[in-house]
């Protein structure tokens, strides 16, 4: 038994339209409801936010709906490369942040599943935070990082070609030293040719935290 996995999709109900993260953990996630959906018969239908979460869903033949017709997602499942004290996330290894963010920020409840081992001190203690940037801009954009204090390397697959997100775009991924990270996150939304990074500052509403105890559950507080 997932207890992480299951814990994220217990309270998802028939009628709901829920996003579907991308990555390991949330492909965890999709598995577990569709074992709900077999079992419980849920009628739901499903935003992925990734062509490889979509292929996953639909191997396990849960309903896909086209996310540029919907309004409102009722509940977001998803995972996490880090996440600090405060419920401030770092996502992008899977290369999905654009749809991640828009589908999060369209979800009334958004709850995130990690491992212990992804609760850190500080942002960028252990992963590099992912900048996804239009490849027309791609050198300035990338010389004003490195103005920031900001370098890193432009992501590649395994066969050496330039990796792209499913928009088209290049992730950077860049090395986070002692930068304050809601400042960076501000001047980054500022630089034309970014399209987003893999600061997800105020997205998470609700943490779930596989211990070798059981899963801890944990929430923003007010005013956060």
């Keep these: 038994m997932d207890a992480l996995a299951r814990a994220a999709v217990a ?33 739901i ?23 540029a017709m919907v309004e409102k997602v009722d509940y977001l499942f998803d995972g996490a490369d880090e996440v600090d004290p405060s419920l401030r996330m770092l996502k992008g290894k899977g ?4 749809r991640e963010r828009i589908v999060a920020h369209a979800a009334k409840r958004a709850v995130y599943m990690v491992g212990q081992n992804k609760l850190v001190d500080r942002l960028g203690q252990s992963c590099t935070l992912p900048v996804a940037v239009m490849a027309f801009g791609l050198t300035s954009v990338r010389t004003r ?44 939304d500022r630089i034309p040719g970014v399209a987003d990074h893999g600061l997800f500052l105020t997205e998470c509403q609700e943490l779930l935290v596989e211990t070798d105890k059981g899963i801890e559950k944990m929430h923003r507080k007010v005013g956060t």
């Design 95 to 98: 290369g999905a942040i654009v």
């Design 145 to 188: 990082l490195r103005d920031m204090g900001l370098n890193g390397v432009i992501r590649r697959t395994l066969d050496g070609q330039f990796f792209l997100t499913d928009n088209g775009h290049l992730l950077i991924d860049v090395t986070l030293e002692n930068h304050d990270v809601e400042e960076l996150a501000s001047e980054l």
């Design 11 to 43: 309270e998802i109900q028939s009628g709901m339209i829920v996003g579907l993260g991308t990555g390991r953990t949330a492909a965890r996630g999709v598995l577990a409801l569709a074992e709900r959906i077999r079992e419980e018969r849920l009628n």
């Design 45 to 67: 239908q499903c935003v992925p936010t990734s062509h490889a979460t979509e292929t996953v869903a639909r191997s396990y033949q849960l309903p896909i709906i086209d996310f």
